[in-house]
């Protein structure tokens, strides 16, 4: 059961974490969205919608974690149908701005909504929110915050590496003209 929680914590995590980029740095979401009205405060309004919902979810609240799997799930929707018209750019998220959008993102945005699914699910089914109500350490609490940090950065890197394998995939150099 913890296990559950755990992985759905690092989602949680990334989707606050995508959230403060996408208020930091609107610009690359925002010249994907430039056919929307006000694309800048559509993305900033996404943004704080990501940190609100990976914050509840982080606090361990079913609510927290079904808003967050919602939210996975419109991301997976939305990269699906950009990558499906031809969109090329990146996402704003997280990782560098090389990455962009990819198979990846999508793959990685349905992981997330299954994963915070089954944590909000757990959740109500046992009534166990978290660890985190269970144990009063503070070093305990601390592992588990930092193992959210590693988390976080891991899953950073491992997009910005998928997303060059992706590339490479699909464009072998066998195949490229310049």
């Keep these: 059961m913890t296990f559950v929680f755990a992985i759905a914590w690092c989602f949680a995590a990334v989707l606050a974490t995508a959230g403060i980029a996408k208020i930091v740095r609107p610009a690359p ?10 694309p800048f405060v559509s993305v900033r309004l996404l943004g704080l919608g990501e940190i609100a919902a990976g914050i509840t979810a982080i606090a361990a609240r079913p609510g927290g974690w ?4 919602c939210l996975y799930a419109v991301l997976a929707g939305g990269s699906e149908y950009l990558l499906r018209n031809g969109t090329q750019g990146s996402c704003g998220c997280i990782g560098s701005d090389r990455s962009g959008l990819s198979a990846a993102h999508v793959a990685f945005c349905l992981a997330g909504s299954a994963a915070c699914l089954g944590a909000g699910v757990v959740s109500l089914a046992t009534g166990f929110a978290s660890p985190l109500e269970v144990s009063n350490d503070v070093v305990v609490i601390g592992l588990v915050i930092a193992q959210i940090g590693t ?9 910005d590496e998928a997303s060059s394998v992706w590339s490479a995939w699909n464009n072998p150099w066998w195949e490229r003209r310049s």
Excluded at 29 to 38: E, G, M, N, Q, R
Excluded at 66 to 69: E, H
């Design 66 to 69: 079904f808003a967050a799997a």
């Design 151 to 159: 988390a976080v950065w891991m899953c950073a890197r491992l997009y």
């Design 29 to 38: 979401l925002a010249t994907l969205l430039a056919d929307f009205p006000h």
